[in-house]
């Protein structure tokens, strides 16, 4: 696990933008430095924000874990220019894979992170009880985060959609530990740590409730922790759950569908967006530049793009046409503005309230309430400049779930669990077991190491 060992150590916490103690401001976690315990309410949000600069990275949702699922799907492809996603798109990966090992060390450095904020001695936090309970509200973001994270990992390189049969899922580090050697965990013992997690996280954020939401929707707030539990008990087809946690989140009356007039333009928008529930602050000093999606979608690359099929669902008056431009050729003909600025310095939109409504949807047409899914699903309709339908059922759902979380790093992931392979999911391979990328090389080539690697890559041509 060398290359875990060495991330865990380059521990370099985002300050941008905290009011932090001058020893804190002055503590550096680099190479051979190991992070010091943490003493005050100032410095756990640091390290909270430390975790989110992780997470908005090129190599994780700044663009890479974001684009993965849109390549490998029926709606959006890479036409290799530039070089980019040449091995996610051919399936032609190996352990070597820069793709494969930069998305897994950029997610456990945030994962180590994470474990830092979890673990902190809540006893230790100057300043007496009020600083003790922010402390403690962190910290359930902390887990609520980190088992976003452990999710995201067995998405991407868990055996839940290949052919294998030990089922296994990922390295579940719950302590930062920069020395230690650890087995990936089964699929069931990882999924019932996000979900311990989840539960946790949650319940320290309702404890806490006093400093939800200080910081606006660049934060992750109670509403945020439940959205992405509706998200992963989708996953795992928990449809009570999902139906529960949409009716709180729509019973604090919080957000709403963006209007048809001003959907094109709330993609400009940084926290301010009536429908978003959480995003990732970047602002000019944080753009990711020529690595942005927005470069990969329209810019300078163009090199992810919608398909031609994808395209043609989109009704003459569904508004969101305007967000899918047509290129000057055949060859990049329709490209993606949901990122409009080519300095990438747009807030990355994680949670919006339109994904909640189609959970909600979705988790109705399942064992819940028909008349509940119809309504949802017109909230989406009527705002995107369509007639309201009078039934929707799982085709419907299915294809609006396409149309309007096009291009945010859903369709992946919502073709396998509904099991469809009659779409170009598959690709370049008909090879089941390449659906979850490879356990890096500098991780399973460490003597000793128990991590078993997701085998088939580097005999594969």
Known sequence: MKNIKQTLLLLALSLAGASCSEDFVKTEFYQSVEQAPLTSSTEVLSAVRGIYSSMRSVNYLGRDYIAYAEIRSDEMYSNGRGGYFASVNKYNMTSDDNYARDTYTQIYTAVAKANIVINTDVNSITGGATEQAKVKFYQGQAKVLRAVLFF??????????????????????????????????????????????????????????????KLGKVELT???????????????????????????????????????????????????????????????QGALGTNSLATIYKGTYRNTVVRPTMYSTYATGDVRRGVIIEG?????????????????????????????????????????????????????????????ATSVDMTALKAERAKELLGEGFRMWDLLRWGDTTTPLLGETTNVNLLAFPIPRAVTDITGTPVKANPGYDNYQ
Do not use: H
């Open 152 to 213: 995201d990992l067995l998405k991407l390189y868990g055996q839940k959609y290949t052919g294998y049969a030990e089922q296994l899922g990922i390295v579940l580090p719950l302590a930062y530990d920069a020395r230690a050697l650890q087995a990936r965990s089964s699929i069931s013992a990882t999924e019932a740590q996000i979900e311990a997690d989840f539960a946790e996280g949650l319940a320290l954020m309702q404890a806490n409730s006093t400093y939800d939401g």
């Open 328 to 388: 000057s050729s055949n060859t990049f003909k329709y490209m993606l503005n949901k990122y409009p600025s080519l300095q990438g310095s747009d807030n990355l939109k994680l949670i919006r309230y339109e994904e909640v409504l189609l959970n909600g949807v979705e988790a109705e047409l399942n064992g819940g309430n028909a008349t509940k899914a119809l309504q949802y699903y017109n909230e989406i309709l009527t705002n995107r400049g369509l007639s309201a």
């Open 222 to 284: 109670i509403n945020a922790a439940l959205a992405y539990m509706s998200r992963y008990y989708l996953y795992k087809k928990d449809y009570v759950k999902v139906r529960n946690y949409v009716d709180q989140i729509r019973a604090t009356n919080s957000y709403s569908v963006i209007p048809k007039d001003s959907y094109v333009t709330s993609w400009t928008l940084s926290n301010a967006a009536p429908n978003s529930i959480f995003e990732l602050s970047l602002g000019v």
